[in-house]
């Protein structure tokens, strides 16, 4: 156990030069319409989303159901938070509609989530607040119930807030998080439960001089993904920002260079098994998603920096030390605020959707040291999370980012939109507009059916 009663200082991170570029991604946008469309075909579809835990028990056969993490919105519906489940069964009467949605009561800024390692819980995370909500999905993986509220996160865990997301391990999940009960800051921690709700321990993210960790000046106490590469031993976490810039209006953090500072600039290498940091490295510019590969002779993984526009590699070297490497630019000069990324489970196609011009870039990484944009596309007005699954046919899109930091007026649009991809082009299957359903502003995804492997 590593629990912690007392969090360490922080320091505050190295100026960036994104102020400017963060106005200037707030006013882009491009609408596209999107129809409705028949179901992609079952015949040569597999199982699952990709870029999952590798603990996670798969799908067999095509997915079935979308389920949906949406934010609450005063004065739309309930006005609650709620898991939205969207029919995507091929040939369904209902695909494409909403199947059933239950609200968790209350607005906690519902952000990600993950299922346990035998798919039987859907863990929900709600960033302010730090409640989590524990569905079962296994006993009718249609309507899932509401089955328990973790809802003492910040004592139990010795101060970490923020829950970020949920990653399936053998037994227990791991919940990044984004910040602390003491300063509200960005300095943060990994948490274990287990699967019966029990809490297990806390890892602190570790901070600059940190004895005996090699890179430590680059350390920021910063987090936001973890995501295990077991072959290696390896679990690697990106960083992003604290409780006082997430839950602050988007224009006064943009126009604020002291909370700009608050970004986290490192992704930690840490030794799986002994939950240690091994190595920190700089990756200026806020690394967000992890996606690693999954061929066996590929021991990387791609990140996208939110700030600077990048896309990152993190991969061994020969020595066997870890490196980052910037590997492209994406969206060209200004920025457009890349958020969310999708590797194909052949490590050949990156799919990352951008929120500052409501794009999704498609490239080809079959050399990962030299991606190659190969196509991009206009998703919406604003676009956040991209989910694809695993035979690489069917991608889906949702829009919301944080209710503080959406778009605004007729850029606001929040959906759910689906889309078939043939190597070249997406091709529009179809759209939920989750303001005129009344059911508020949608974040994660994630994949559900009736039957389930291993």
């Known amino acids: 156990m590593n629990r912690s009663s007392s969090i360490p200082p922080v320091e505050s991170a190295p100026a960036t030069s994104a102020q400017s570029l963060i106005r200037r991604l707030n006013v882009l946008a491009s609408p596209i319409l999107v129809a409705a469309g028949l179901a992609a075909s079952s015949a040569t579809a597999f199982a699952d989303e990709t870029c999952s835990s590798p603990y996670l028990a798969r799908i067999e056969g095509q997915e ?3 389920y949906v993490w949406t934010l609450g919105v005063e004065g739309l519906g309930d006005g609650s938070d709620k898991l939205v489940v969207v029919d995507v069964k091929p040939g369904s009467p209902k695909y494409g509609k909403v199947l059933h949605h239950r609200s968790v009561g209350g607005r906690h800024e519902a952000h990600h989530g993950g299922f346990t390692d035998d798919r039987r819980q859907l863990w929900l995370c709600g960033l302010d607040g730090s409640r989590i909500f524990i569905f079962d999905v296994h006993t009718d993986p249609g309507q899932p119930r509401l089955a328990r509220t973790i809802d003492d996160f910040e004592t139990a865990t010795g101060g970490a807030v923020g829950p970020h997301g949920v990653y399936a391990l053998p037994g227990r999940v791991l919940i990044p998080c984004l910040s602390n009960a003491r300063d509200r800051g960005g300095r943060t921690a990994l948490v274990e439960y287990s699967n019966a709700g029990r809490y297990i321990a806390t890892h602190w993210m570790p901070l600059p001089g940190q004895s005996g960790l090699d890179g430590s000046d680059h350390a920021d106490g910063y987090g936001y993904d973890a ?3 077991p072959r290696k031993n390896v679990m690697l976490s990106s960083s992003f920002t604290g409780w006082r810039n997430y839950t602050q209006d988007f224009a006064r953090v943009a126009g604020d260079p002291e909370a700009l500072k608050q970004f986290g600039n490192s992704m930690v290498v840490w030794d799986f098994h002994t939950r240690q940091p091994r190595q920190v490295l700089r990756v200026p510019g806020a690394p967000l998603e992890i996606r ?6 590929h021991p990387y993984a791609f990140t996208a920096t939110a700030l600077t526009s990048k896309l990152w590699l993190c991969h061994e070297d020969g020595a066997g030390r870890w490196q980052a490497s910037e590997v492209a630019t994406i969206g060209g000069e ?19 959707s951008c929120f500052g011009d409501g794009k999704c870039r498609v490239f080809d990484v079959s050399d990962p040291h030299h991606p190659r944009l190969i196509h991009d596309q206009n998703i919406g007005r604003q676009v956040n999370m991209v989910s694809q699954s695993w035979d690489g046919q069917r991608v889906y899109f949702s829009s919301s980012l944080l209710a503080r930091w959406d778009k605004t007026g007729e850029d606001n649009e929040q959906f759910v939109r689906a889309y078939s991809w043939d190597g070249s082009r997406l091709q529009p299957q179809f759209g939920l507009d989750l303001t005129a359903e009344g059911l508020g ?6 994949f559900g059916a009736t039957r389930m492997g291993r």
């Open 64 to 66: 079935e159901f979308l």
């Open 227 to 229: 995501r295990v590469l």
């Open 334 to 352: 200004g920025g457009v605020l890349p958020v969310d990324i999708s590797l194909s489970a052949d490590d050949r196609t990156l799919f990352v």
């Open 292 to 297: 690693w590969a999954w061929g066996d002779r």
């Open 441 to 446: 502003r949608p974040h994660h995804m994630l």
